[in-house]
């Protein structure tokens, strides 16, 4: 007998349809194995599908997050698309979402109809390490050199950072795939443009050659220009990415410390609903 799944088409950190990053929330994954979590998560070609499961701690369910290649312990916007998801029947203002990298509780913001407009996630804080081969990183994806010292930032996804002079060198950016394949890690782009950040995130080793909109890199970006004093801790940074892909987002992130060490890191940004489906094995 046929098996059917149910889930529901977001797109993340975006107002309106048809922009930010694309996500797949099955609701119910309790009859699927690991192996076909991942091959439905091939399928579908999203740069993550996240899978709902029960609790298992305190939580108001665990969440399982795949990328076409792999499985991470936490990303962001499977966890902010997942919360605007689950939080509309739940009606509750907060939601706590067991990840492989923790608890993660979500505030979640509604309008005068009680639709939610906006969430904001405290994510995990990032371990900080020097990137080992910051020239590599470079000609991989294209540049001279970076205007900050070359990081990663790990709270489940290792992503290093290169900052650039300008948003039209991040936005000319065609770097080498099969380089930083080998590499591996999650490299991001990153450049002030105006009164925002212009950023691009490239992790072809995960299956996922750009990505519209990063939130577990957007946290770490906040500690990393906070770390090197181009924005102030506390101070709420907007992020725009996902231009050349035609999925333009807008993310928000803050970072606080204490005694001069990450203390908590905020993540937020919109999320619309456009379409549920059945998925039959």
């Known amino acids: ?70 499985e991470v312990p936490f990303a962001g916007h499977p966890v902010l698309g997942a919360a605007f998801v689950l939080g509309g029947p739940l009606q509750r203002g907060t939601l706590a979402l067991e990840t492989a990298g923790g608890a993660v509780p979500v505030a979640l913001e509604r309008d005068d109809a009680g639709r939610i407009v906006f969430a904001r996630m405290s994510q ?15 000609r991989a994806l294209g540049v001279e050199r970076s205007l900050l010292p070359v990081e990663t930032y790990d709270a489940g996804i290792r ?35 105006g009164g925002s950040w212009k950023t691009r995130m490239f992790w072809p080793s995960a299956g996922i050659p750009e990505d519209a909109a990063t939130g577990s890199a957007a946290g770490p970006l906040a500690c990393h220009l906070a770390r090197h004093g181009l924005v102030p801790w506390g101070e709420e940074i907007e992020i725009r990415q996902g231009e050349e892909l035609g999925r333009p987002s807008l993310l928000y992130a803050r970072a606080e410390a204490v005694d001069g060490e990450i203390a908590r890191v905020e993540v937020g940004g919109a999320a619309v609903v456009v379409g549920r489906g059945e998925l039959t094995l």
Do not use: K, W
């Open 1 to 70: 007998m046929a098996r059917r799944f149910r889930f529901v088409l977001v797109d993340v950190f975006a107002e309106r349809p048809l922009a930010g990053n694309q996500l797949a929330v099955f609701t119910d994954a309790r009859e699927l194995e690991t192996e076909e979590m991942q091959a439905i998560a091939r399928e579908l070609g999203f740069s993550e599908t996240v899978f709902v499961l029960p609790a298992e701690a305190e939580g108001d369910v665990r969440l399982r997050i795949f990328t076409p290649r792999r």
């Open 124 to 138: 995990p804080v990032p371990a900080v390490a020097p990137y080992p081969d910051p020239a590599g990183l470079c």
């Open 159 to 193: 992503h290093a950072f290169v900052v650039l002079a300008s948003a039209e060198e991040v936005a000319a950016l065609a770097p080498d795939l099969a380089a930083l394949a080998a590499l591996g890690v999650a490299a991001n782009c990153v450049a002030r443009a």
